[in-house]
C-alpha cells in the first residue's frame, strides 16, 4: 500500500501533465518498491481527469494542484520544497519503474559524499532491448546528449560518474538545493536538469549513473513528439540561458567557436526537418531575455578547469564513439 511514511529516507516527486494511464502504470509500478517512501505528485491543470482518478484511487498520496501550467521546473521545485526526506527521486508520468530501482539509486549516492545526483538506467518503454538515457553529458558544442540512446541494454553495465542526470529519472540529495538553489523556473521546461547539474560541478558537486537502476521510459507524452516547434524553440533558448548563467566570461571566450559551430550545425539539422526558423526564434529569445537569469558567480576557478576538461573528454567521446 502506498502511503506517507514516517521512516521514509526519500520522496519520489511526480510531475504531471493529462495522460492519466501512463500516470497509472507508473503508480502501480511503484507498489513493486519495498523500500519505504513518500510520493508528492504535482499536477499542472491538466485537461483531462488525472486529478479526479487521483482523487478517486489515491487519496492517500500528497497531491499538489496547479492552476496553470508553469513547467516542469515550477512544478518539481514545489515537490522539492514540500518534501521532507534526504533525497527526492523525480519521475516523470510517462515512466515505469523496477522494484529495486531506489536500493540502487541508494546505493550507488552512498558511493561518494561529493555526489548530487545520480540517473537512472532508462530503457524505451516501446523497445526494451534499447536503452533511452543512461546519464547525460555536455560538451564544447553546447550539446547535452543522452549517454547510450538506442544502445543495448546489455551497454553502460557499470556505475560511472556522467556530467549530470537526466531529471526524468533521477535521485537527487533534498539538502543541497538550498546550498545551489533549486531549478530554474526561467527555463519553464527542457535543459533544466542539465542547468542544475552544471550549478552542482561549479558548487564542487559530482553527477554519476546507476547501471542498475531500471526505469522504463515511453518518451515525449506531454509535447506528444520528439521533435515539434514547441520543444525546439524552448531547448535552443534554453541552451543560451545555460550558457550565460553558468560560464564565466573566460570559459565563453575560449569556448565560443566550438559553441557557434554547435548552434550552426544544430540549425541546419532542424532546417532539414522542417523546423529551422524555430531554432532561430529559440537563439533570438534566448540572447534577448538573458538577461533576466541570474548568473553564477561563486564557482573556483579548479571547479571550472574540472568543467572544462569533462567538456573535453565528452566532445570526443561523442565525435569518436
Known amino acids: 500500500m502506498m502511503c506517507n511514511k514516517s521512516d521514509s529516507n526519500v520522496t519520489v516527486i511526480i510531475p504531471n501533465y493529462n495522460n492519466k494511464e501512463l500516470l497509472a502504470n507508473l503508480l502501480n509500478s511503484l507498489k513493486s518498491i519495498k523500500t519505504s517512501f513518500d510520493i508528492i505528485i504535482v499536477d499542472n491543470f491538466s485537461q483531462d481527469d488525472s486529478v479526479l482518478f487521483l482523487k478517486s484511487n489515491y487519496p492517500e498520496i500528497k497531491l499538489i494542484e496547479n492552476k496553470q501550467n508553469k513547467g516542469f521546473a515550477y512544478a518539481v521545485n514545489q515537490g522539492i520544497k514540500e518534501s521532507k526526506t534526504k533525497y527526492v527521486f523525480l519521475l516523470n508520468n510517462d515512466t515505469v519503474v523496477q522494484e529495486n530501482v531506489l536500493d540502487e539509486l541508494l546505493k550507488t549516492m552512498n558511493k561518494d559524499n561529493s555526489i548530487f545526483s545520480v540517473s537512472a538506467k532508462m530503457i524505451q518503454l516501446n523497445n526494451n532491448q534499447l536503452i533511452d538515457d543512461a546519464g547525460d553529458n555536455y560538451n564544447l558544442f553546447g550539446w547535452s546528449k543522452k549517454r547510450g540512446n538506442n544502445h543495448s541494454i546489455s551497454e553502460y553495465s557499470e556505475d560511472s560518474e556522467v556530467f549530470g542526470a537526466c531529471a526524468g529519472a533521477a535521485l537527487y540529495k533534498r539538502d543541497v538545493f538550498d546550498v545551489i538553489g533549486f531549478f530554474d523556473e526561467n527555463f519553464e521546461s527542457y535543459v533544466e536538469d542539465m542547468d542544475i547539474s552544471f550549478r552542482a560541478r561549479i ?108 567538456m573535453i573528454k565528452n566532445t570526443f567521446n561523442y565525435l569518436f564513439e
Not at 225 to 254: C, G, Q, T, V
Not at 292 to 300: A, C
Open 203 to 310: 558548487h564542487g558537486y559530482k553527477s554519476y549513473y546507476s547501471a542498475n537502476s531500471i526505469v522504463y521510459h515511453y518518451g515525449s507524452a506531454s509535447t506528444g513528439s520528439k521533435y515539434n516547434s514547441f520543444k525546439i524553440k524552448i531547448s535552443a533558448r534554453n541552451n543560451i540561458y545555460l550558457i550565460y548563467k553558468n560560464m564565466p566570461n573566460w570559459m565563453k571566450l575560449i569556448n565560443f567557436i566550438f559553441i557557434f559551430f554547435g548552434i550552426l550545425v544544430k540549425y541546419l539539422f532542424f532546417r532539414r526537418k522542417g523546423y529551422g526558423n524555430d531554432y532561430l526564434d529559440g537563439i533570438k529569445e534566448g540572447i534577448k531575455t538573458k538577461n533576466n537569469l541570474k548568473k553564477i558567480t561563486d564557482g573556483t576557478i579548479r571547479n571550472y578547469l574540472k568543467i572544462e576538461w569533462l
